[in-house]
């Protein structure tokens, strides 16, 4: 059993392992922040309501252009030199 609902699995995986769209990973952030490693991750993660909201910034983030969903890094708990707490989010890309 992987970390993903039914319905996130169909939103998200299933047009990306049909070739419909693509993906990006999101963790490069400007210094001081995390580069290589999540480690040092600056970018937090809290919840709002039903969902999250991300803070952060990105410096760089492979194959972002025409990509249909982000996989960002934030951090979702405890001080940001804490070495925890670096989770995954799914995010949703946007149409120009």
């Known amino acids: 059993m992987g970390a993903a609902t039914d319905a996130?699995?169909?939103?998200?995986l299933a047009p990306l392992a049909r070739g419909e769209?693509?993906?990006?990973?999101a963790m490069t952030e400007p210094p001081p922040g995390a580069g290589p490693g999540?480690?040092?991750l600056r970018t937090v993660a809290r919840t709002d309501?039903?969902?999250?909201?991300?803070n952060g910034r990105r410096k760089?983030?492979?194959g972002a252009d025409g990509a249909g969903l982000f996989i960002v890094m934030a951090r979702a708990s405890a001080e940001p030199d804490?070495?925890?707490g670096a989770t995954?989010?799914?995010?949703p890309g946007f149409q120009r």
């Open 49 to 54: 309501g039903d969902g999250w909201l991300v």
């Open 88 to 91: 995954m989010f799914l995010v």
């Open 21 to 25: 769209q693509r993906s990006a990973f």
């Open 8 to 12: 996130q699995r169909e939103r998200y």
């Open 82 to 84: 804490f070495t925890g």
């Open 38 to 40: 999540p480690g040092a």
């Open 60 to 62: 760089f983030t492979t």
